[in-house]
Nanobody, 120 residues
Framework: VQLQASGGGLAQAGGSLRLSCVASGRSRYDYGMAWFRQAPGKEREFVAGVSWSGASTYYGDSVKGRFTISRDNGKNTMVLQMNSLEPEDTARYYC??????????????WGQGTQVTVSS
């Protein structure tokens, strides 16, 4: 599975951004997908995940109630809608996929990442 992330950019605190991740290279949707982020000097952390069907979603504590993850298998796309952005959300965001249903750094596939910068 190849993953291509897009949609990052600059936003003000309280604003919104929408990230997209397009998957290619596999005809079966037998993998969960997730977003991770990594800020300078910090470890990569889990942000949100969605099951292969889209029916189940999972969020990191710091983004619950502000971010929404979804996927459209017909378009091979996963979306992260980020609202009420905070400067602490500034990081490079990576999309990832896993056949095992885990949401950690052992994901099977990683995209190249997209930068999100939130100004105060």
């Amino acid at each position: 599975v190849q993953l291509q992330a897009s949609g990052g950019g600059l936003a003000q605190a309280g604003g919104s951004l929408r990230l997209s991740c397009v998957a290619s290279g596999r005809s079966r949707y037998d993998y969960g997908m997730a977003w991770f982020r990594q800020a300078p000097g910090k470890e990569r952390e889990f942000v949100a995940g969605v099951s292969w069907s889209g029916a189940s979603t999972y969020y990191g504590d710091s983004v619950k109630g502000r971010f929404t993850i979804s996927r459209d298998n017909g378009k091979n796309t996963m979306v992260l809608q980020m609202n009420s952005l905070e400067p602490e959300d500034t990081a490079r965001y990576y999309c990832a996929a896993s056949h095992s249903g885990r949401w950690d750094l052992r994901m099977d596939y990683w995209g190249q990442g997209t930068q999100v910068t939130v100004s105060s």
